[in-house]
């Protein structure tokens, strides 16, 4: 098993956080950064895509983002992007492509008991997450694009976001 991975410092706590559209006046973009994480940032609707757009105060150190408690489903994507400057400008640094959560488990990779039988790969997760691990950027600002037309919820929220350089000790948790 692979060592554990751990993002920190949170550089999205420090950034300046926009969200277009606009996510419902009494659950903003803003609430990405509650440490608590009893805050919500939750859409209005359903739009085709979501942006959360940010800029860091500075230029930091990043290889890793997650989003933590969505309400996403398996027909989801989502897209990262960093660029050198501010406001989403200057050199494109890196770029996830569109990732489709809802992929299939590959013949011989599913793990009776572990991986979820269902349509939809958070089903029955007390707390759903989606993360990327990347080689390391130096960043200004980023762009998160985020879609799901298929939520019957009828929004997209997220409680969390973490983004940071990520580390593994070299010794694993264990029980």
């Given at each position: 098993?692979?060592?554990?991975?751990i993002?920190?410092?949170?550089?999205?706590?420090d950034?300046?956080?926009?969200?277009?559209?606009?996510?419902?006046?009494?659950?903003?973009v803003?609430?990405?950064?509650?440490?608590?994480?009893?805050?919500?940032?939750?859409?209005?609707?359903?739009?085709a895509?979501?942006?959360?757009?940010?800029?860091?105060?500075?230029?930091?150190?990043?290889?890793?983002?997650?989003?933590?408690?969505?309400?996403?489903?398996?027909?989801?994507?989502?897209?990262?992007?960093?660029?050198?400057?501010?406001?989403q400008?200057?050199?494109l640094?890196?770029?996830?492509?569109?990732?489709?959560l809802?992929?299939?488990?590959?013949?011989?990779?599913?793990?009776?008991?572990?991986?979820?039988?269902?349509?939809?790969?958070?089903?029955?997760?007390?707390?759903?997450?989606t993360?990327?691990w990347?080689?390391?950027?130096?960043?200004?600002?980023?762009?998160?694009?985020?879609?799901?037309?298929?939520?019957?919820?009828?929004?997209?929220?997220?409680?969390?976001?973490?983004m940071?350089?990520?580390?593994?000790?070299?010794?694993?948790?264990?029980?």
């Amino acid at each position: 098993m692979p060592n554990v991975r751990i993002i920190t410092p949170n550089q999205s706590d420090d950034a300046v956080l926009t969200a277009t559209p606009a996510m419902a006046a009494t659950l903003p973009v803003s609430n990405l950064q509650d440490q608590t994480r009893a805050k919500v940032a939750r859409s209005v609707g359903l739009p085709a895509p979501q942006y959360i757009r940010g800029n860091f105060n500075g230029v930091k150190q990043i290889s890793s983002m997650a989003l933590v408690r969505h309400n996403l489903t398996g027909a989801a994507t989502i897209r990262l992007r960093l660029w050198a400057g501010a406001d989403q400008t200057g050199t494109l640094l890196y770029d996830s492509g569109v990732i489709a959560l809802g992929d299939a488990i590959g013949w011989g990779e599913f793990v009776w008991g572990v991986d979820p039988w269902s349509d939809d790969q958070f089903v029955n997760w007390p707390v759903a997450f989606t993360v990327l691990w990347f080689a390391p950027f130096s960043a200004r600002s980023f762009e998160i694009q985020v879609q799901d037309s298929g939520n019957t919820d009828g929004y997209i929220e997220f409680a969390r976001l973490f983004m940071g350089l990520h580390w593994s000790p070299q010794s694993n948790f264990s029980y």
